[in-house]
């Protein structure tokens, strides 16, 4: 069993924002299966994807997202090396994806309460960039932001890249998303759907 969780804040006014690109990406790849079993737990909602693969939306808030991930991982005994975190990152440029197998937060909030809670940097993660090149007077601002006209007109093509990279990890394993993934976008290959 693997497990994938797409890191955000819930409520309506975070929907669009930037700090919310983990929860849009899984929710990008739940758009392509019909028949998904879903089970709402106390700090979570799991789709279950065949057999093999649960998709993960927290309803913590983006600081405590350990809590839902410890959740999942005890109640399906899924180790946290058989997880894919999925987040945000302003230190990349917007829309390119970085595969990682293992590592520290990076300084950001989320993974880092992911790591305290299952005690190990050993977890798969998938980072979206959100970075620009314009100075910015408050980060916090700008993460918690809604994407710009730009951006969102951008944004349906990254959403399905990050949603091929979480297929493929779901298919073969971290090393394999990273050598298809972290590539230029010219060289990276689609994945063939689990099951629809």
Avoid: W
Avoid at 37 to 46: A, C, G, N, P, R
Avoid at 124 to 147: A, C, K, M, N, S
Wanted: with cysteine.
């Amino acid at each position: 069993m693997k497990a994938v969780i797409g890191l955000g804040n819930p409520g309506r006014q975070y929907e669009r924002t930037r700090h919310n690109m983990g929860r849009l990406a899984v929710r990008s790849l739940l758009q392509r299966y019909t028949q998904l079993e879903t089970v709402e737990h106390k700090l979570s909602v799991v789709y279950r994807i065949g057999e093999l693969a649960l998709v993960v939306e927290p309803l913590t808030y983006m600081n405590v997202s350990g809590l839902a991930v410890k959740e999942i991982c005890e109640r399906y005994s899924v180790t946290p090396q058989e997880c894919l975190v999925v987040y945000d990152d302003y230190a990349l440029p917007f829309g390119k994806l970085r595969a990682r197998k293992r590592g520290s937060a990076g300084g950001h909030h989320g993974m880092e309460s992911v790591i305290a809670e299952l005690q190990t940097e050993d977890i798969p993660r998938l980072r979206i960039g959100i970075g620009t090149e314009q100075p910015l007077p408050d980060l916090i601002d700008y993460v918690l932001g809604e994407f710009t006209p730009e951006e969102q007109a951008k944004l349906p093509e990254i959403l399905s890249r990050a949603a091929d990279a979480i297929e493929c990890f779901l298919q073969t394993d971290i090393e394999t998303v990273m050598n298809r993934f972290n590539a230029p976008a010219e060289r990276q290959t689609k994945e063939q759907p689990l099951t629809r």
